[in-house]
């Protein structure tokens, strides 16, 4: 089965689809931008799993390229889809390491049973990572993903990270 691929210029917040992955941060206790408004928008049943997963599984915060599911609160998704993107130049600019926060979204929403999974631009936005460089690794990492789930929805907040994305869609 392929993988139908999506474009929406938008916020992720609004969206409607199985799963909404958030762009976190190490901590998962929220963040600014993408990260901030899941939790501010999907409300206090977010963080409280998210508290939960680093008093169990991940006491030092989730690693760069992981993903983990929690509920999704008062979004209109069944689950939030967290991964830590890596920080450009600092924590390194190596393409397979923001290519793993896909392919293991997407791995993650298999488990879940997830169909329809929007992403955002992860790591191109306060991370750094350049946005034409960040569209080819995502979009490249969902077309050669192992996946079952149906529609990857790439919501990007303004036109610069559409332009970006619609280039390596086609």
Same mark, same amino acid.
């Given at each position: 089965?392929?993988?139908?691929?999506?474009?929406?210029?938008?916020?992720?917040?609004?969206?409607?689809?199985?799963?909404?992955?958030?762009?976190?941060?190490?901590?998962?206790?929220?963040?600014?931008?993408?990260?901030?408004?899941?939790?501010?928008?999907?409300?206090?049943?977010?963080?409280?799993?998210?508290?939960?997963?680093?008093?169990?599984?991940?006491?030092?915060?989730? +690693?760069?390229?992981? $993903?983990? #599911?929690?509920?999704?609160?008062?979004? %209109? *998704?069944?689950? =939030?889809?967290?991964?830590?993107?890596?920080?450009?130049?600092?924590?390194?600019?190596?393409?397979?390491?923001?290519?793993?926060?896909?392919?293991?979204?997407?791995?993650?929403?298999?488990?879940?049973?997830?169909?329809?999974?929007?992403? +955002?631009?992860?790591? $191109?936005? #306060?991370?750094?990572?350049?946005?034409? %460089? *960040?569209?080819? =690794?995502?979009?490249?990492?969902?077309?050669?993903?192992?996946?079952?789930?149906?529609?990857?929805?790439?919501?990007?907040?303004?036109?610069?990270?559409?332009?970006?994305?619609?280039?390596?869609?086609?």
């Amino acid at each position: 089965m392929t993988t139908t691929i999506t474009l929406v210029r938008g916020d992720i917040t609004r969206q409607s689809a199985d799963a909404i992955v958030n762009a976190a941060n190490s901590s998962l206790l929220g963040g600014g931008g993408v990260d901030g408004a899941i939790h501010r928008r999907g409300g206090p049943a977010i963080l409280e799993e998210c508290r939960a997963l680093r008093a169990s599984r991940y006491g030092r915060g989730l +690693p760069t390229g992981q $993903a983990v #599911a929690t509920t999704a609160g008062e979004l %209109d *998704a069944r689950w =939030v889809i967290h991964t830590v993107g890596p920080v450009y130049g600092v924590s390194g600019s190596d393409p397979s390491l923001l290519a793993s926060c896909y392919t293991e979204s997407l791995r993650v929403a298999d488990e879940l049973g997830a169909r329809t999974v929007a992403f +955002p631009a992860i790591s $191109a936005g #306060a991370y750094g990572w350049p946005m034409d %460089d *960040a569209a080819r =690794v995502a979009v490249e990492a969902v077309r050669e993903a192992d996946t079952a789930v149906e529609e990857v929805r790439f919501v990007l907040f303004d036109a610069g990270a559409y332009e970006a994305f619609a280039a390596q869609v086609g």
